[in-house]
């Protein structure tokens, strides 16, 4: 008689259960919510105005008729080289005998060596070398972009009520959370391949249609340091972190506007003062920003105090590659454990 009780269907109670979206769907959704986003393509207009302006800089500044312009003001100043050099050593010769030392020195020989073609940037237009000068400027503007897009797609969900709606339909937070987080990073490593693609393409315009003649006799541009793919990938993963720590400020702060407002007084009051006031610079070496130029530069430097047994001097220090992505990982592993366990915690309307 117990046959006739028991539904074939039935189970293990767990095996019933509708499994729901799967992570992979979640962030798909997040994706396509993310794009249709009014922001989103006003952000993608304004990374191709600029990319497009600094490519546009690019070609006026190698164009043949300026490189040639510049040729002959390299050429006139070779001419009145040995003229400076005489006229110094007249100057030299006259306050030696006014003072009676003939030790001084005015460094003649120094002030009249000319700079090569090189070092004044007098080089054949060259699509590797002009894509890397862009996107080193590019870099940071990439980063704000997904940094933007990221807090803004999560902020305007709280400020509209939808996550609140969301949650009703997917009340697992941490893995909304991490829905969030991934689009954010994804949405920041478009943006950034974007915009390095379009710096390649204008690059490579500009090296074909300012060729010079041969006439010109410029020397080759001086070889890259590296590889353009691998400025390229620090530059995406500076873009992904921003993308996931504006999404993380999204889930903090939970507006825009705060948001916005936060990053801009950090930037003003922190790094733009107090890091350049207090301890005489010695500071620096925890700047967001100095971190960031130190990725994309493999390294940089800044000046801050040192002080020995007797007096103290102002020094140029060095801000280490190793240091800035380390740096910026911690901060951004911090940014998003608050972020998370806020929203995770927090009542949400």
């Known amino acids: ?8 269907d039935s189970g ?7 499994k729901g979206t799967s992570f992979v769907g979640l962030v798909g959704v997040e994706l396509r919510r993310l794009w249709w986003r009014r922001l989103t393509k006003v952000a993608l207009a304004a990374v191709v105005v600029f990319i497009g302006a600094s490519v546009f800089n690019a070609y006026n500044a190698s164009t043949p008729e300026r490189l040639a312009q ?8 070779q001419q009145e080289a040995p003229r400076m050099i005489e006229e110094c050593r007249k100057q030299q010769a006259i306050e030696r005998d006014r003072s009676g030392d003939q030790t001084l020195d005015f460094g003649c020989d120094q002030q009249g ?5 090189e070092q004044m940037g007098l080089a054949l237009p060259v699509a590797d070398t002009v894509t890397d000068g862009i996107a080193r400027t590019i870099a940071l503007l990439l980063a704000f972009v997904a940094l933007l897009l990221g807090a803004s797609f999560v902020g305007a969900e709280f400020s509209t009520g939808s996550m609140g709606l969301w949650l009703t339909f997917q009340p697992r937070r941490l893995r909304v959370a991490a829905s969030k987080l991934t689009a954010a990073a994804v949405g920041g490593a478009v943006v950034a391949v974007l ?13 074909v ?9 410029l020397p080759q541009a001086p070889p890259l340091e590296e590889p353009l793919a691998l400025l390229g990938l620090r530059i995406v993963a500076l873009a992904v972190g921003a993308g996931v720590v504006g999404a993380a400020l999204g889930l903090l702060l939970r507006h825009t506007a705060a948001i916005i407002g936060t990053v801009l007084g950090f930037a003003v009051v922190v790094e733009g003062i107090a890091m350049q006031a207090f301890l005489q610079g010695r500071l620096q070496q925890w700047s967001v920003l100095k971190n960031i130029e130190a990725v994309v530069e493999r ?12 007096s103290c001097d102002y020094t140029e220090r060095t801000l280490t ?14 940014i998003v454990l608050v972020g998370v366990a806020s929203f995770r915690r927090r009542d949400v309307t």
């Open 1 to 8: 008689m117990s046959s006739t009780l028991v539904s074939p």
């Open 209 to 217: 249609v300012n060729r010079p003649g041969s006439d010109l006799q």
């Open 299 to 310: 390294g940089t430097t800044y000046v801050a105090e040192s002080c020995g047994p007797t």
């Open 70 to 77: 510049q040729l002959d003001s390299y050429r006139i100043m």
């Open 195 to 207: 915009g390095l693609v379009l710096t390649n393409l204008g690059a490579r315009m500009v090296a």
């Open 321 to 334: 590659y190793t240091h800035g992505w380390v740096f910026l990982l911690v901060v951004a592993l911090a």
């Open 12 to 18: 293990p109670r767990a095996a019933r259960q509708p």
């Open 113 to 117: 060596q000319t700079p090569t073609l």
